[in-house]
């Protein structure tokens, strides 16, 4: 019995100091996530994609949410520096074979951008996909952005630039986010004129009358030099749009 007892006592002297050192291990790349984020809040973009990099240096396994996080930062904010390596991330990103419920919002925002370019029925079947967490998903993304060449340069890929919705009679207006939402508090029923404009892209006006059941506005907006594909600015979002509008 007491040869026993010192086995069992060995075992565990053995085994605490591995446990140890994978939870500080788990804890430092947290920690590079974490500080990234603080960074973003610093206005430090470029540090905060250095760091989010390093973290996906230090994981086992692909992460989709943080690749997704990644190349969202460095689209949004022109970090044309880390393009490549932000693309090669994305896809690292998509041989995840986990979908939790972190990487369930960041694969919606995906589908939404992306909505205008594919079908309603394979649009309802990836919907399905991510609500099921079938990782097929991510072939489909994979495939999907393979055949369009995707850089966060590229055309499909730029995210689209910020867009300014302005209501000219308030003197106010709102920018829109990342994924083309927008959002005017406090305004009262009534007709507006809005103007929204963006660098590289003709300035539209239109006259909107707003009420208790006309409070979402879709507006077409086309590049100023090139005529090439529509834009969509929403205030559910903003999107490449290559059907026509009615």
């Known amino acids: 019995m007491e ?27 947290d920690d590079l996530y974490i500080a990234g984020i603080q960074e973003i809040e610093a206005g430090n973009f470029e540090r905060a994609a250095e760091l989010w990099i390093a973290h996906t240096e230090q994981l086992d396994q692909p992460d989709f949410s943080l ?10 904010h022109r970090l044309t520096r880390f393009y490549e390596k932000s693309s090669d991330l994305y896809f690292w990103g998509l041989q995840s074979d986990l979908i939790d419920g972190r990487a369930q919002e ?108 006309n409070q979402v506005f879709n507006f077409a907006m086309r590049e100023d030099v090139r005529a090439l594909d529509d834009i969509v600015v929403t205030a559910f979002g903003l999107g490449r749009e290559e059907r026509s509008l009615g």
């Open 106 to 213: 960041r694969l919606r925002n995906e589908l939404f951008y992306i909505d205008s370019m594919i079908g309603y029925r394979e649009k309802r079947q990836l919907e399905d996909k991510i609500d099921d967490r079938d990782t097929e998903i991510f072939d489909f993304l994979e495939q999907f952005w393979q055949e369009k060449s995707m850089t966060p340069a590229d055309t499909y890929n730029e995210r689209l630039p910020q867009v300014n919705v302005f209501i000219v009679e308030l003197e106010r207006g709102d920018a829109t986010d990342f994924d083309g939402r927008f959002d005017i508090q406090n305004v009262a029923h009534g007709t507006y004129t809005f103007r929204i404009s963006s660098i590289g892209f003709t300035t539209i006006e239109r006259r909107i009358t707003v009420d208790a059941q």
């Open 67 to 76: 690749a997704y996080d990644l190349i969202k930062l460095v689209t949004e």
């Open 3 to 29: 040869n026993f007892r010192k086995y069992l006592i060995s075992l565990v002297l053995l085994f605490v100091p591995v446990v140890d050192s994978m939870a500080l291990q788990d804890t430092i790349s």
